[in-house]
C-alpha cells in the first residue's frame, strides 16, 4: 500500500480522498487497507523527523492527518486511530496542527466512543471478572478448525465478548491519552479525562479465580522453597485456572528439575498437568532425568488425550537429544494407540537408532506389545 502514498501525493488534493477511493481494492478488507495506508503515511512523517534522506515522496503531518481522517469516516476503529493520532502529533511541529491532531479534539474524539459511563465500564469489567473459568474456555487439542471457528462465532455472539471488547478499546484509549491529558485545554473534558484515568484499574477483567490461582501459586512456592509441607495447596490449583499460570508453572518446572529438587519439581508438575494437554511438552522434557515419579502424571494426560499425546511423541522421537527419543519410545508403549499401525512403525523405525537405550527399548516395546494386533 505504499506505493499509492506517493501517487496520493501527486494528486490534487482536493480530489485525493475521491481518488483513494477509487483505488481501493476490493480484496482487501477496508480495516487492513486503511491500516497500512496510515502506517506508511505516518512513517514518511517519522522519517523526515529523523532526518533521513528522502528517495521517494512522502507523506506530510497533513497528509497523514487526512489519511486518518478519512480512514475514520469509512469505520476504521477509533482506539486505532487515537493511537495513530497521538503518535503523529509526537512527530509534528507544535504550530500549526491540523485541528484532528488538537489534543482536545482526540481526547473527545475518543470519550465519545466510550459506549459505557465509567459505572457501567467499572461494573461489566466486575461481572466478567466473577465469571468461571472452565475448560470451555480453551480451545481442545483435536478441535477440528470447523469446530474452532463456530465456537468462536458462538463466543461472539455474546454479551459478554461484546463488554470485553469494549473494555479492551476504552483501556487502549485511555492508555493512549494518559501522556496528553495535560496539554488538554478545555477543563471539563480535561476533567472527564482525568475521572476515566482514575478509574482504569477497576476496568480490569483479570477472572477472580485466576487472581486466586495466583496467589495459590505463590503460596507454594514458598512452602516448595522453605521445605515445608504444602497441605493441599496443590489440588486446590488444580483447576481450569491453572491454564493462565502455565507460562510460570513451565518456568517453575524447570528451574526445579534444574536444581535437582525432585518433590518440588513432582508437586509443580502435578499442578503443571492440569492445564491438559497443552502441558505435554514440558513434562515430556522433564522425563528425559528422572522419569519414574512423573510417568503417572504424564499418563494420566495421555489416557485424556491419545491424539495429542501421539503428536507430541512424533516431536520426541524426531529430537536430536536422545534422552528425549526414549521418552518417545516409552510413550509409545504405554499410550492407548499401542495396537496401531503407525505406532507399530514408529517403534520399528527406533530399532535403528543410533543410541541403543533407544533400541532396547523399542525392542521391548514390540515384543510386549498386544497380541491382538493381528497381522501387518
Request: with cysteine; net charge negative.
Amino acid at each position: 500500500m505504499s506505493d499509492l502514498i506517493p501517487a496520493l501525493i501527486a494528486t490534487d488534493p482536493a480530489h485525493r480522498h475521491q481518488w483513494l477511493l477509487a483505488n481501493r481494492p476490493a480484496d482487501f478488507q477496508p480495516v487492513y487497507w486503511w491500516l497500512s495506508l496510515i502506517e506508511s503515511a505516518v512513517a514518511g512523517v517519522r522519517f523526515d523527523a529523523l532526518g533521513l534522506p528522502r528517495n521517494r515522496p512522502r507523506a506530510d503531518v497533513s497528509l497523514a492527518a487526512a489519511v486518518i481522517g478519512w480512514a475514520l469516516e469509512d469505520g476504521y476503529p477509533v482506539q486505532y486511530a487515537v493511537r495513530e493520532l497521538v503518535h503523529l502529533r509526537s512527530l509534528a511541529p507544535a504550530i500549526a496542527l491540523p485541528a484532528i491532531l488538537q489534543p482536545d479534539e482526540v481526547a473527545r474524539r475518543a470519550l465519545d466512543a466510550f459506549r459505557f459511563s465509567r459505572a457501567d465500564a467499572v461494573a461489566a469489567a466486575a461481572r466478567l471478572r466473577a465469571l468461571p473459568v472452565t475448560d470451555d474456555d480453551f480451545d481442545q487439542p483435536g478441535d477440528s478448525p470447523p469446530e474452532r471457528t463456530r465456537r468462536f462465532e458462538e463466543l461472539r455472539g455474546t454479551d459478554e465478548y461484546r463488554d470485553h471488547q469494549q473494555l479492551i478499546a476504552i483501556e487502549q484509549m485511555l492508555d493512549t491519552l494518559r501522556p496528553t491529558a495535560g496539554d488538554i485545554t478545555d477543563p471539563a473534558l480535561a476533567a472527564e479525562l482525568a475521572a476515566w484515568l482514575d478509574i482504569l484499574p477497576g476496568l480490569d477483567r483479570t477472572p477472580d479465580a485466576v487472581r486466586v490461582a495466583w496467589a495459590q501459586l505463590d503460596d507454594l512456592v514458598a512452602l516448595l522453597d522453605a521445605g515445608r509441607p504444602t497441605g493441599d495447596l496443590v489440588q486446590r490449583l488444580r483447576t481450569p485456572a491453572a491454564a493462565y499460570l502455565q507460562w510460570k508453572l513451565q518456568e517453575l518446572l524447570a528451574r526445579y528439575a534444574a536444581a535437582g529438587d525432585t518433590a518440588a519439581r513432582d508437586q509443580i508438575a502435578h499442578v503443571l498437568a492440569a492445564c491438559g494437554p497443552a502441558a505435554l511438552p514440558a513434562l515430556l522434557r522433564s522425563l528425559v532425568h528422572d522419569p519414574e515419579t512423573l510417568r503417572p502424571t504424564v499418563r494420566d494426560l495421555f489416557e485424556r488425550s491419545p491424539g495429542e499425546a501421539m503428536t507430541q511423541l512424533k516431536v520426541c522421537l524426531a529430537d536430536a537429544d536422545p534422552g528425549l527419543r526414549r521418552v518417545g519410545v516409552w510413550g509409545l508403549s504405554v499410550l492407548n494407540l499401542r495396537q496401531s499401525d503407525e505406532v507399530v512403525d514408529l517403534l520399528v523405525a527406533a530399532t535403528t537408532d543410533t543410541d541403543a537405550a533407544v533400541r532396547h527399548l523399542a525392542a521391548e516395546a514390540l515384543r510386549t506389545r498386544p497380541p491382538d494386533h493381528g497381522p501387518r
